[in-house]
């Protein structure tokens, strides 16, 4: 908080509003959420984004007094919908959090460098179209893997081939199940996905 206030009184730093794209449950939305919300400062989540109706992610988002707003298969298609609603709400970040839709080219265009995504698996392990949440943790655990982690990528137009900025590690041990992993890589997810956020929004003012 207090870097973003003195970046804010020299002038450099505006305030930056973030966008949470998902589609399901909402965990890492409502952590990246609280994260920026106890800061107090110029940096915070101010509309979630689905393309899914009735998940949890709208009740997270309504408890902590942020709008979660659905569109449907064609705002996703074409795009200009979407982009409408983030420029009337004046977003300057976009942050992936189980978002499971392709991201539309218009929006990539218009954010260069501004989407992030995570993924439960170090990619390029484990990757692509398809896999996603659980088959992620289910497939490692079959392969016999002796580690896993989280990768937090720029986003581009194929699934989980975009830049990767970091990925954090943890083991699978032996016996685990798929949830046991699961757990443990959400545990990854919690900690360190919005501060990597915040990190790479003060990097980009
Ligand atoms: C998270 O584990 C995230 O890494 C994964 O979906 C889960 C969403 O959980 N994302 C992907 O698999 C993207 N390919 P959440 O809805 O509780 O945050």
């Known amino acids: 908080m207090l870097l973003c206030k003195k970046q804010a009184k020299k002038g450099g730093f505006m305030g930056r509003n973030i966008a949470i794209f998902a589609s399901g449950n909402g965990t890492n939305a409502e952590n990246i959420i609280r994260y920026f919300q106890a800061k107090e400062g110029e940096i915070q989540v101010t509309l979630v984004v689905t393309n899914r109706q009735e998940i949890p992610v709208f009740e997270r988002a309504k408890r ?7 569109m449907n298969k064609d705002a996703w298609t074409t795009g ?14 976009i942050v992936l959090a189980g978002f499971l839709a392709r991201v539309p080219d218009v929006i990539l265009q ?11 698996s170090l990619l390029p392990k ?6 996603y949440g659980d088959r992620v943790h289910q497939a490692v655990v079959e392969a016999g893997e002796k580690e896993s982690g989280i990768t937090i990528q720029y986003i581009n137009e194929h699934y989980d081939e975009g830049d990767i900025i970091t990925q954090y590690r943890c083991p699978v041990l032996p016996g685990d199940t798929p949830e046991e992993l699961a757990k443990r890589v959400h545990a990854l997810e919690y900690e360190y996905y919005p501060q990597e956020i915040e990190r790479i929004i003060l990097m980009q003012n």
């Open 126 to 131: 484990y990757g692509g179209k398809g896999m």
């Open 64 to 70: 902590l007094d942020v709008s979660c707003i659905y």
């Open 80 to 93: 200009e919908e979407v982009i409408r609603l983030l420029h009337e709400r004046k977003i300057d970040f």
């Open 110 to 120: 218009e954010y260069p460098r501004r989407i992030v995504n995570i993924h439960p």
